[in-house]
Nanobody, 123 residues
Framework: QVQLVESGGGLVQAGGSLRLSCSAN????????MGWFRQAPGKEREFVAS????????DYADSVKDRFTISRDDAKNAMYLQMNRLKPEDTAVYYC????????????????WGQGTQVTVSS
């Protein structure tokens, strides 16, 4: 069983930056990919970014490409999402997730989820 804990969310002005962290506690050897998703009020959970376990291959939603960067630290069993040039439409609860299979942008494909961290971007 693995437990994911997100941190780093908060309130920031448009144009600012935040760095989200996701710590994985427990056995992670069976997982092959990690992802970040977000959910705004009244909307479905949507894909933000994914990374394979080696940290070599990444993928981003078009809405965050060139602004967000996903990375992971194998030694710390952690994953990060650096968010730059934030916009009000980035406001959402951000979740990290693990998948046994390869990277995917579909929330239902992921096997373990954190509780989420709130990101609010003011205009």
């Amino acid at each position: 069983q693995v437990q994911l804990v997100e941190s780093g969310g908060g309130l920031v002005q448009a144009g600012g930056s935040l760095r989200l962290s996701c710590s994985a506690n427990g056995r992670t050897s069976s997982y092959a990919a990690m992802g970040w998703f977000r959910q705004a009020p009244g909307k479905e959970r949507e894909f933000v970014a994914s990374i394979n376990w080696s940290g070599v291959t990444t993928d981003y939603a078009d809405s965050v490409k060139d602004r967000f960067t996903i990375s992971r630290d194998d030694a710390k069993n952690a994953m990060y999402l650096q968010m730059n040039r934030l916009k009000p439409e980035d406001t959402a609860v951000y979740y990290c997730a693990l998948r046994v299979g390869p990277r995917s942008n579909i929330p239902g494909d992921y096997d373990a989820w954190g509780q989420g961290t709130q990101v609010t971007v003011s205009s």
